[in-house]
């Protein structure tokens, strides 16, 4: 991202798509606030109130936003769509990039320091989890297995593809039983989606050139509405 194509280094950044959503600013990559919710039914109506608190606690306004960054997925359909859809709004009406965020990568990155690779797992309902690998790279995660939608059994041979890593397992949301693992593989229960790594990847994303326009970022739902 180059200095044209934002009006200031304030960043504002949420994900939605889990149970406990989390929104944060920080003006050039220094520490943020974030505030945490939950996104029962109603939440809808928290995003944008959320936002004004934030901006007026590090005395900013929307005017001052120079990008914008979201969770697009997978998670909730409900609070994937929310999410993505007000950041595409604002972006537009603000005329600044948008990027879109993984929201198993932010999960890993909420969860993985001191790992070698992270297998992150969200429950997707209906004995299905969203599942995806990510190992350590100079500037981040990068990505070893992609985000799907797997059935229990598929979870596990993920799992035991990776075991020989030092992998941990890191569950962002669980319902029933978890999918069986290699006794080598620590697993982290009901980790929850941390500010400071939305802000950490979000800014990894902009300074690498690879924000877009609000239309080139889309929800990933994986599967059909429940």
Known sequence: ??????????????????SHAVIAAAVDGRSGVERIFRTEKGHTGSLLPLLEEILG?????????????????????????VGVTT????????????????????????????TEAVLTLMDAKQGLWYAAVYGHAADGLSMLEP???????????????????????VVGEAGGSLPAFPSEVDVVEEVRLKGAALLAVANRELWSGRASDAFAVQPVYLKKAV
């Open 57 to 81: 606690e590090i005395g900013a306004a929307p005017r001052d936003i120079g990008a914008v960054a979201c969770g697009v997925g997978p998670g909730g359909y409900t609070g994937v769509k």
């Open 147 to 169: 985000p799907s939608c797997a059935t229990a059994d598929a979870v596990s041979a993920i799992a035991g593809r990776h075991a020989g890593r030092g992998l941990v397992a």
């Open 87 to 114: 950041a595409k709004a604002l972006s537009l009406a603000l005329g600044v990039p948008l990027v879109g965020l993984s929201t198993l990568e932010l999960l890993a990155a909420s969860a993985s320091a001191g």
């Open 1 to 18: 991202m180059t200095d044209a194509e934002t009006r200031s280094g304030l960043l504002v950044a949420w994900d939605t798509c889990t």
